[in-house]
């Protein structure tokens, strides 16, 4: 007891998060929405910058940049 650490929090909307790290350090690395389309994220807690989408179509999305600042750098369709 007193272990317990945040691994996954479902909003109201039906998007989950899902987190890494010990407790106190969790950091967003996934969020699934309702729709299928999965944004994925790097950095540490508090700095976690969104760094690839993937859409139930195929397409994925490839960002960069500091957190808030993102910016696609590339896209492209997968299993065509």
């Not at 039906?14 to 790097?42: L, S």
């Not at 976690?48 to 993937?54: D, H, N, P, Y």
């Amino acid at each position: 007891q007193g272990q317990e650490r945040v691994v996954r929090i479902t909003a109201p909307s039906g998007a989950v998060q899902f987190y890494e790290g010990p407790q106190g350090q969790e950091r967003v690395v996934r969020i699934t929405a309702p729709n299928g389309a999965v944004q994925f994220y790097e950095g540490p807690r508090g700095q976690e910058q969104l760094v690839r989408m993937e859409y139930p179509n195929g397409i994925v999305q490839f960002y960069e940049g500091p957190q808030g600042q993102e910016q696609l750098v590339e896209g492209l369709v997968v299993g065509l």
